[in-house]
C-alpha cells in the first residue's frame, strides 16, 4: 500500500460528505424529524467509516503504525450507517412524514464477527439511500438524477465485491479506489442536480 493511494482514499470520502450535506439540505424540510435523524445518524457513520478506513491506509503507508481495529470497524459501521440512512429516505417516500413527529430511542446493534448481516445490511441500506432518492428524484420529474443514483448504488456493490478479492495485489487496490473515486462522484452530481430541481420549483 502507497501514501498515494492512501491520500486517494479520503476523495471519495470528501465526495460523499458534500453530497451527504447537500441531500440533507435538499429533503431537511421534506422529512419528519425522526427521518431526517436516521438520514443525519446513518451518514454521519458512514462518513466515520470512511475516514478511519482512509487513516488506517494512511497510517501504515507512512509505516507510523497499523491501527488495525480502524479497519475493522470499517465495514460494520459503513454496513449500519447506510441503513439508517436507507430507512430515513424509505419513510420519506412510503410514509406520511409528520413534522412533529419525535424518534424513539433506540439501541445501537452490537459489533461482531460475522460479515453476512453486514452485508445484508449494507446491500438493503444502499438499495433504499440510492434507490429511495433515485424515486424521490424520478417524483421530481428528473430524468438525469435517478439514473445516476442507481449508477451509485451500482458502484457501491461492485465495491463490496472487489473488497473480497486479493487486495495484496496493488492493481486491485487502485481498480476498488477507481470504482470508490466514480461511484461517490456519480452521487454527488446527482444530489447536486436534485438540489437545483428543488431550488428550481420552490421558486416557481
Do not use: H
Request: with cysteine; proline share 3%; charged share 15%.
Amino acid at each position: 500500500m502507497s501514501v498515494p493511494m492512501a491520500i486517494v482514499d479520503y476523495i471519495p470520502v470528501l465526495f460523499f460528505i458534500i453530497s451527504a450535506v447537500v441531500i440533507q439540505r435538499t429533503l431537511y424540510d421534506k422529512m419528519s424529524k425522526g427521518a431526517f435523524a436516521l438520514l443525519s445518524a446513518g451518514t454521519i457513520m458512514v462518513i466515520t467509516a470512511g475516514l478511519m478506513k482512509a487513516t488506517w491506509k494512511l497510517l501504515y503507508a507512512l509505516g507510523v503504525c497499523d491501527f488495525e481495529r480502524l479497519n475493522q470497524a470499517f465495514f460494520p459501521m459503513q454496513a449500519v450507517g447506510f441503513l439508517l440512512a436507507g430507512i430515513a429516505v424509505c419513510a420519506l417516500l412510503f410514509f406520511r412524514q409528520k413534522k412533529t413527529e419525535t424518534l424513539a430511542a433506540a439501541g445501537a446493534p452490537a459489533v461482531f464477527s460475522g460479515t453476512m448481516v453486514f452485508v445484508a445490511m449494507m446491500v438493503l441500506g444502499s438499495l433504499g439511500y440510492c434507490g429511495g432518492l433515485a424515486l424521490y428524484a424520478k417524483r421530481q420529474n428528473k430524468k438525469t438524477a435517478p439514473i445516476l443514483f442507481l449508477a451509485a448504488f451500482v458502484c457501491l456493490l461492485a465495491m463490496g465485491y472487489l473488497s473480497s478479492r486479493d487486495f495484496e495485489k496493488p492493481a486491485m487496490n487502485w481498480i476498488a479506489e477507481g470504482v470508490n473515486l466514480v461511484g461517490q462522484l456519480v452521487l454527488l452530481v446527482a444530489a447536486i442536480m436534485l438540489a437545483k430541481k428543488e431550488k428550481a420549483a420552490e421558486a416557481v
